[in-house]
């Protein structure tokens, strides 16, 4: 079992940047690919981005790729969000998660453990 634990949230002008960070428990974290998802106000969770266990493999969103970049130090137990040139419909509830799969998942029903989340709120 792993605890994941968000933070580096906040509010940003458009064109901004912010980090996001998530810490892990225990010392099996090289072992979960770990993934963002994010939630705005009145619409469903959606996938952001995901990194495999090792770090080698990253894929996102369309509405992300370019201006995010998911990475991940396992010797410090966290994984990263760093996101770029944000926009206002980037406003939501940011989430981490970890599955033990080897393949890309991106289906939210395919992450066994969840962060409480970290607000990111884009100003126009």
């Known amino acids: 079992q792993v605890q994941l634990v968000e933070s580096g949230g906040g509010l940003v002008q458009a064109g901004g940047s912010l980090r996001l960070s998530c810490a892990a428990s225990?010392?099996?974290?090289?072992?979960?690919?770990m993934g963002w998802f994010r939630q705005a106000p009145g619409k469903e969770r959606e996938f952001v981005a995901v990194i495999t266990r090792s770090g080698s493999t990253t894929y996102y969103a369309d509405s992300v790729k370019g201006r995010f970049t998911i990475s991940r130090d396992n010797a410090k137990n966290t994984v990263y969000l760093q996101m770029g040139t944000l926009k206002p419909e980037d406003t939501a509830v940011y989430y981490c998660?970890?599955?033990?799969?080897?393949?890309?998942?991106?289906?939210?029903?395919?992450?066994?453990?969840w962060g409480q989340g970290t607000q990111v709120t884009v100003s126009s």
């Open positions: 225990g010392r099996t974290f090289s072992t979960y690919a």
């Open positions: 998660a970890a599955n033990r799969r080897l393949n890309i998942v991106v289906p939210s029903a395919g992450y066994d453990y």
